[in-house]
């Protein structure tokens, strides 16, 4: 399949392909969603504070 090789040769996928971008675009979505739900995971996070003050939100 030379004809396939000659194409691949003269036009290459940019670094990382099409992975990269949908890595990217994953990366952004968890970003967002962490930090419209802030409060959600750090009351996730008290089990390792050890807040045990006694406080209610």
Not at 28 to 54: K, P, W, Y
Request: no cysteine; charged share 20%.
């Amino acid at each position: 399949m030379d004809f396939l090789d000659d194409w691949r040769d003269r036009h290459p996928h940019p670094r990382g392909g099409p992975g990269r971008v949908v890595g990217m675009i994953l990366l952004l979505v968890l970003v967002v969603i962490l930090m419209l739900n802030s409060d959600v995971v750090a009351r996730g996070f008290e089990i390792f504070t050890g807040s045990g003050s006694g406080e209610s939100p």
